[in-house]
């Protein structure tokens, strides 16, 4: 077979494709297997010079009972490139704010959790969580998250977890690790204090959610240590006072609070430094996004903060994306198709930083 056709025809038939189809490719033969990891290479390397690093999953419903997840990069140059379209019999819910490695993970309205590769095109299925007494599904609230153990070097899903049928029940947590012997979920004697929200953000090896605290409508922040499975407390700055619009994201290697105050029409960043203290890194006026905004509320956008220093806002009204340097204050837009033609998105819509990868996802 592999003298069949030259090398370099056979590597632009592969460039037609997409790589998750090449890959599958490689067990073909010894020779196909040493062209398509070598063409791989290459194709990673290309993408990080014309992919601006942010990952669109969005999903529909196509039939009864029958969900599509598409999921995207964004180019430089504002095209679109589809990574890989999958067809699912359950609606996927994102529950996570970032990547680990090029994987993503996501969990479904029957409350499973999935893990993707969507370069590769590898998806994993975790096995229910079933624990003697604890059937997470139906009559409790959750949420989950994704992480990554440096020392091990395992991926480890962990779901936060309690009864809302039943006043005042604890909340627990529930850890898998991928690849363990075990192949199963179990409950950690570390639980959280108080009730996590929102997706999950990863940062050198420990995870953290946004928490509402007994104080109605105070917050703080619920911090997991994947290797030891522990979970700590963080308090927030003084200023930072309810929900109002506040999300947390990585700058520079840093966890930072993103946080919106609507009376004075700006966005404060702070960033946290090692000993969980926070500085005010940098404010923003919303003044600084005119004339690039539809108006001064940002209905219909969603923000996330890149690990290059840009703010990023999709707008679905105006069909663009927006980036902003805060140091710099520079503003690049980029334009997706036409403004009058408007791209249908699901409320379900994920944004994320993300790079390809050929990371494989440990069987489970």
């Not at 969507?118 to 007494?133: I, K, N, Q, R």
């Not at 153990?149 to 809302?164: G, W």
């Not at 917050?219 to 999300?247: G, Q």
Request: with cysteine; charged share 20%; net charge positive.
């Amino acid at each position: 077979m592999k003298d069949s056709l030259p090398g370099d025809i056979t590597l632009r038939i592969f460039s037609l494709l997409p790589l998750y189809l090449v890959l599958r490719l490689r067990l073909v033969c010894k020779a196909w297997y040493a062209l398509i990891t070598e063409f791989a290479v290459k194709y990673l390397k290309r993408s990080k010079e014309t992919s601006l690093g942010i990952l669109c999953c969005n999903s529909r419903c196509i039939s009864s009972g029958v969900f599509s997840l598409d999921i995207s990069s964004l180019q430089i140059r504002g095209d679109i490139k589809t990574l890989v379209t999958k067809t699912l019999s359950i609606s996927p819910r994102f529950a996570f704010n970032s990547s680990i490695n090029g994987l993503i993970c996501l969990d479904d309205a029957k409350h499973n959790i999935h893990v993707f590769n969507p370069t590769t095109g590898e998806f994993v299925t975790l096995p229910p969580c079933h624990l003697s007494s604890y059937v997470i599904g139906f009559g409790y609230s959750y949420i989950t998250g994704f992480g990554y153990c440096p020392l091990t070097k395992q991926y480890k899903a962990v779901k936060i977890f309690q009864d809302f049928f039943k006043f005042g029940t604890p909340i627990k947590a529930a850890v898998i690790t991928m690849g363990a012997p075990s192949n199963s979920w179990r409950i950690i004697e570390s639980s959280p204090p108080y009730k996590c929200d929102g997706g999950a953000i990863y940062l050198n090896g420990t995870l953290f959610w946004l928490s509402c605290t007994e104080e109605i409508m105070q917050l703080a922040i619920t911090a997991f240590d994947v290797s030891d499975e522990t979970f700590r407390i963080i308090r927030l700055p003084p200023k930072v006072l309810s929900r109002n619009l506040n999300c947390l994201a990585e700058q520079e290697g840093r966890l930072c609070l993103v946080k919106f105050d609507r009376e004075k029409e700006y966005f404060e960043i702070y960033n946290m430094l090692e000993d969980f203290q926070w500085i005010s890194q940098y404010r923003v006026s919303i003044n600084d996004f005119e004339p690039h905004c539809a108006n001064h509320y940002f209905c219909g956008y969603v923000f996330i903060c890149l690990k290059k220093g840009k703010m990023t806002l999709w707008s679905k009204l105006m069909q663009k994306w927006i980036f902003y340097d805060i140091k710099s204050r520079a503003i690049e837009t980029i334009q997706v198709g036409d403004a009058n033609e408007k791209m249908i998105t699901s409320p379900d819509l994920l944004i994320c930083p993300y790079e390809e990868s050929l990371t494989p996802i440990c069987s489970c």
